[in-house]
T-cell receptor, first 115, second 113 residues
């Protein structure tokens, strides 16, 4: 089946630095990818929809200048957390729809810890 | 937002027993899906039921959908220790919502061997 990868799987950084997370569709093309954030013992909250060749669409309450999304190719979307703070520490997961676009393949997630 | 709710929040059962999880949602949907998440991992798609379907089976999984009550249930029969995970329902709205999935709060299932 289709596979979505994420890199890195975990990252620890100092407050104020920027962190880039990559999401790749390994054996299929994805014109759309989704970025989610998940806090411990909570559900996934959609942050933004990444669109290949155009601007991302952000959900209400998500700062677009803080969470920069670039979907430069049909197999790669990146999420950059700029000037990260401890409250940005979370589990970030990407996904890409497949087939009839009714379901999604999820990446394994990236755990971010900001000190 | 059509964020769904799930109950129970946590469920602990013995191996071999059945596990039932419920999900409610708020708005019209195209379909409802169930996903599984092992601790600290990504999500795996389990089963999809369309808005015009009432019941669906896949192996040990049985899903029901009641659109009049805006609710769904997931039944796992003859549970195994390996079924221990978090289970989320997710709804796919109409096309104008852009194929976005909205996830329920999730149920943490623990199967004791």
């Amino acid at each position: 089946g289709a596979v979505v990868s994420q890199h890195p799987s975990w990252v620890i950084c100092k407050s104020g630095t920027s962190v880039k997370i990559e999401c790749r569709s390994l054996d299929f093309q994805a014109t759309t990818m989704f970025w989610y954030r998940q806090f411990p013992k909570q559900s996934l909250m959609l942050m933004a929809t990444s669109n290949e060749g155009s601007k991302a669409t952000y959900e209400q309450g998500v700062e677009k200048d803080k969470f920069l999304i670039n979907h430069a190719s049909l197999t790669l979307s990146t999420l950059t957390v700029t000037s990260a703070h401890p409250e940005d520490s979370s589990f970030y997961i990407c996904s890409a729809p497949w087939g009839l676009k009714e379901t999604q393949y999820f990446g394994p997630g990236t755990r971010l810890l900001v000190l | 937002s059509q964020q769904g709710e799930e109950d129970p929040q946590a469920l602990s059962i013995q191996e071999g027993e059945n596990a039932t999880m419920n999900c409610s949602y708020k708005t019209s949907i195209n379909n409802l899906q169930w996903y599984r998440q092992n601790s600290g991992r990504g999500l795996v798609h389990l089963i999809l039921i369309r808005s015009n379907e009432r019941e669906k089976h896949s192996g040990r999984l049985r899903v029901t959908l009641d659109t009049s009550k805006k609710s769904s249930s997931l039944l796992i029969t003859a549970s195994r220790a390996a079924d221990t995970a978090s289970y989320f329902c997710a709804t796919l709205g109409r096309l104008e919502y852009g194929n976005k999935l909205v996830f329920g709060a999730g149920t943490i299932l623990r199967v004791k061997s």
